[in-house]
Nanobody, 124 residues
Framework: QVQLVESGGGLVQAGGSLRLSCVVS????????MGWFRQAPGKERELVAA????????YYADSVKGRFTISRDNAKSTVYLQMNSLKPEDTAVYYC?????????????????WGQGTQVTVSS
């Protein structure tokens, strides 16, 4: 069974930065495309960023382009989300997800495994 554990969330002022980490265990990490999703209160879960199995291609939602960076370290079985210039509207629970495939998916349903989430709160 694959387990995903996120960390790095917290409270930060607008304009600040956070780096989220997601450690994957139980299977070969390099076999999985990875995604970071977020869900704000009363809203649907949405894809923020995604990365292919090898890290050769990435995707970003328009709302975070130029501010967030997704990366992965296959040797450490970890995917990261560097978040800069944070805004109050970035406040949400952030989840990492794994898909057993080379390419990432934009939709939620294809992802095979999910973490428990980490809270990010950005104060104005």
């Amino acid at each position: 069974q694959v387990q995903l554990v996120e960390s790095g969330g917290g409270l930060v002022q607008a304009g600040g930065s956070l780096r989220l980490s997601c450690v994957v265990s139980g299977r070969t990490f390099s076999n999985y495309a990875m995604g970071w999703f977020r869900q704000a209160p009363g809203k649907e879960r949405e894809l923020v960023a995604a990365i292919t199995r090898t890290g050769g291609s990435t995707y970003y939602a328009d709302s975070v382009k130029g501010r967030f960076t997704i990366s992965r370290d296959n040797a450490k079985s970890t995917v990261y989300l560097q978040m800069n210039s944070l805004k109050p509207e970035d406040t949400a629970v952030y989840y990492c997800a794994a898909k057993s495939a080379h390419n990432y998916y934009i939709e939620l349903k294809p992802y095979d495994y999910w973490g428990q989430g980490t809270q990010v709160t950005v104060s104005s």
